[in-house]
Nanobody, 122 residues
Framework: QVQLVESGGGLVQAGGSLRLSCAAS????????MGWFRQAPGKEREFVSA????????MYGDSVKGRFINSRDNAKNTVYLQMNSLKPEDTAVYYC???????????????WGQGTQVTVSS
């Protein structure tokens, strides 16, 4: 069982940066790949990024590639999403999730956080 708690969301102007954190409970965090997803109002949840258990491999959705950086600190049971050059279309609730194996499909993730709101003003 893994419990996830996101933090770091907020209001930022377009072009600005935010760093989201996702803290995990339990001693098995280092075995899980961690994903970030987001859901904007009226839209389906979409894949943002995923990182392998060791942190050595990452995946990004096309809309954030080159702007967002996914990283993790297994000693702190925490995964981070550094979001740069933010755009109004990045406005969404951001969720972290855990699964076994590096994946981009949300249905394959077993554990989810409650989400944190990111709002980018123009």
């Amino acid at each position: 069982q893994v419990q996830l708690v996101e933090s770091g969301g907020g209001l930022v102007q377009a072009g600005g940066s935010l760093r989201l954190s996702c803290a995990a409970s339990g001693r098995t965090f280092r075995f899980y790949a961690m994903g970030w997803f987001r859901q904007a109002p009226g839209k389906e949840r979409e894949f943002v990024s995923a990182i392998s258990p060791s942190g050595g491999s990452t995946m990004y959705g096309d809309s954030v590639k080159g702007r967002f950086i996914n990283s993790r600190d297994n000693a702190k049971n925490t995964v981070y999403l550094q979001m740069n050059s933010l755009k109004p279309e990045d406005t969404a609730v951001y969720y972290c999730a855990a699964t076994l194996g590096l994946k981009s499909l949300q249905d394959e993730y077993n554990y989810w956080g409650q989400g944190t709101q990111v709002t980018v003003s123009s």
